[in-house]
């Protein structure tokens, strides 16, 4: 079962835009999580947020989160073509004993 | 500094035969998972170890087994590889609860 999911599925724009991408989630969360993949390779950890928290900075990321409405989303500003690449939410749900559930990713594709 | 190495990056089988996939971590952490990732789809937890000799289901563990002998060693074993176990196979570590899980850059596997 699927507890994240991101929209949308897939985003190209303009080198220098920001880009935005969501997740939305089902059940309470202890934290949840943002990856990066790039083609053929593994995920690689961007930011984690916890569920008391509500923004969360990192260079050209920002992450927010609000568990009224059960939703994340991960800012990109001013986007570059090295931040071409799948972006994948996690949460670590409270009663998930270790386990990670993770969407199906939005496909960014930054335009030169 | 490796982080995650698996082992092979690519292989085809045929239907019937087995193999194992080796992931090994140089970080100490305590904990590692089995991931396969199909096209469309998240992440989908197959085993994960909570530590030296612990082994768990994930969420689709059938037809894997895995053993965890030395800390840094996680093995994933299919005994009788079926056409469905296509896939590209990721290996995670994480030092502990609630932390950013690192990647191997994967193997991936055909049966044909």
């Known amino acids: 079962s699927q507890q994240g999911e991101e929209d949308p599925q897939a985003l190209s724009i303009q080198e220098g835009e920001n880009a935005t991408m969501n997740c939305s989630y089902k059940?309470?969360?202890?934290?949840l999580q943002w990856y990066r993949q790039n083609s053929g390779r593994g995920l690689v950890h961007l930011i984690l947020i916890r569920s008391n928290e509500r923004e969360k900075h990192s260079g050209r990321l920002r992450v927010t989160l609000d568990t009224s409405k059960k939703s994340s989303s991960l800012l990109i500003t001013a986007s570059r073509a090295a931040d071409t690449a799948s972006y994948f939410c996690a949460t670590d749900r409270i009663d998930s004993n270790y386990q990670l559930i993770w969407g199906a990713g939005t496909k960014l594709i930054i335009k030169p | 500094n490796a982080g995650v190495t698996q082992t092979p990056k690519f292989r085809v089988l045929k239907t019937g035969q087995s193999m194992t996939l080796l992931c090994a971590q140089d970080m100490n952490h305590e904990y590692m998972y089995w991931y396969r990732q199909d096209p469309g789809m998240g992440l989908r937890l197959i085993h994960y170890?909570?530590?030296?000799?612990?082994?768990a289901k994930g969420e689709v563990p059938d037809g894997y087994n895995v053993s965890r002998l030395k800390k840094q060693n996680f093995l994933l074993g299919l005994e009788s590889a079926a056409p469905s176990q296509t896939s590209v196979y990721f290996c995670?570590?994480?030092?502990?609860?609630?932390?950013?899980?690192?990647f191997g850059d994967g193997t991936r596997l055909s049966i044909l």
């Open positions: 059940t309470s969360i202890n934290n």
């Open positions: 170890s909570v530590g030296e000799g612990t082994t």
């Open positions: 995670a570590s994480e030092q502990g609860a609630n932390q950013p899980q690192h």
